[in-house]
């Protein structure tokens, strides 16, 4: 992970090349929507208050796990004991960006979405709440966490919620195979180069032209800045936007040209 410092100097270096987080300038008719449409959507919906209710509740949670986390990122390599609270602090994602992942599946009517890393359940939340004919898949590798998470969708009332726990590298194949193709595609399990490309090209035969991928915290390292790189730059990938706390992959055959974007967020 990159220091505090690090962090800020790419932060500075996002800002300096984003395009206006309004939109103007920007010539894709796709992307001007996105950004109008969903970036910029400040209407309050109901499920934000009742899933930031919730998270405010896990951050008050001091429950102590027995975790153990194969992947790199939001918890620490091994076996260790951590208070959900301290969980909710460091792994869930924050509220600007939960509500972006709500408006995301609302906006393109994402009727499948695969999340890898559950955590708390919070991202799953803001996803499956957008509508709840759409079906949320989530993988988790730490049933403790999982555990937690499952609390969630209870106190939710979210019915259209699928846990899978178990190591991705044993539960993602079948995951794939058993379901139709995935709308939306939400990338947050493994912080670590290898194990994310991996994941990301697992998903790729099952992309439609429709389909997206959300990769998220691809500054958080260097690693994750060079597996995003090599993720924008496939192939298959025909457009790409960067906004900074994620990237978003799309593959829509109208684009005959591969277009890269950077927005303020």
Same mark, same amino acid.
């Given at each position: 992970?990159?220091?505090?410092? #690090?962090?800020?100097?790419?932060?500075?270096?996002?800002?300096?090349?984003?395009?206006?987080?309004?939109?103007?300038?920007?010539?894709?008719?796709?992307?001007?929507?996105?950004?109008?449409?969903?970036?910029?959507? #400040?209407?309050?919906? +109901?499920?934000?208050?009742?899933?930031?209710?919730?998270?405010?509740?896990?951050?008050?949670?001091?429950?102590?796990?027995?975790?153990?986390?194969?992947?790199?990122?939001?918890?620490?390599?091994?076996?260790?004991?951590?208070?959900?609270?301290?969980?909710?602090? #460091?792994?869930?994602?924050?509220?600007?960006?939960? /509500?972006?992942?709500? #408006? $995301?599946?609302?906006?393109?009517?994402?009727?499948?979405?695969?999340?890898?890393?559950?955590?708390?359940?919070?991202?799953?939340?803001?996803?499956?709440?957008?509508?709840?004919?759409?079906?949320?898949?989530?993988?988790?590798?730490?049933?403790?966490?999982?555990?937690?998470?499952?609390?969630?969708?209870?106190?939710?009332?979210?019915?259209?919620?699928?846990?899978?726990?178990?190591?991705?590298?044993?539960?993602?194949? /079948?995951?794939?195979?058993?379901?139709?193709?995935? +709308?939306?595609?939400?990338?947050?399990?493994?912080?670590?180069?290898?194990? $994310?490309?991996?994941?990301?090209?697992?998903?790729?035969?099952?992309?439609?032209?429709?389909?997206?991928?959300?990769?998220? +915290?691809?500054?958080?390292?260097?690693?994750?800045?060079?597996?995003?790189?090599?993720?924008? +730059?496939?192939? /298959?990938?025909?457009?790409?936007?960067?906004?900074?706390?994620?990237?978003?992959?799309?593959?829509?055959?109208?684009?005959?040209?591969?277009?890269?974007?950077?927005?303020?967020?």
């Amino acid at each position: 992970m990159y220091s505090k410092s #690090r962090l800020a100097y790419q932060w500075i270096q996002y800002v300096f090349h984003a395009s206006n987080a309004r939109g103007h300038g920007i010539h894709s008719p796709f992307v001007y929507e996105l950004v109008r449409e969903v970036l910029q959507d #400040r209407r309050s919906y +109901d499920a934000y208050r009742q899933i930031e209710q919730v998270k405010k509740s896990l951050l008050r949670d001091h429950r102590i796990l027995q975790v153990h986390d194969p992947g790199a990122g939001s918890i620490p390599e091994g076996s260790i004991e951590k208070k959900v609270s301290a969980i909710a602090g #460091r792994s869930v994602s924050s509220k600007k960006f939960g /509500r972006l992942l709500f #408006r $995301l599946a609302n906006y393109y009517h994402a009727r499948t979405i695969i999340e890898m890393g559950s955590s708390l359940g919070i991202s799953a939340a803001y996803l499956a709440s957008a509508d709840s004919s759409a079906r949320v898949i989530t993988l988790e590798g730490s049933p403790p966490i999982a555990g937690i998470a499952k609390e969630t969708f209870h106190q939710l009332g979210l019915k259209n919620i699928d846990m899978v726990c178990g190591n991705f590298d044993e539960t993602l194949d /079948r995951v794939i195979v058993e379901n139709p193709p995935a +709308d939306l595609v939400f990338l947050d399990g493994n912080h670590r180069k290898k194990p $994310l490309l991996a994941y990301f090209e697992k998903f790729l035969d099952k992309m439609t032209p429709s389909s997206g991928i959300i990769i998220h +915290d691809i500054h958080w390292s260097r690693e994750m800045e060079e597996a995003w790189g090599i993720i924008r +730059d496939h192939p /298959r990938v025909k457009m790409s936007i960067d906004i900074f706390s994620a990237g978003l992959v799309f593959f829509r055959e109208e684009f005959q040209v591969k277009q890269e974007f950077m927005i303020r967020f």
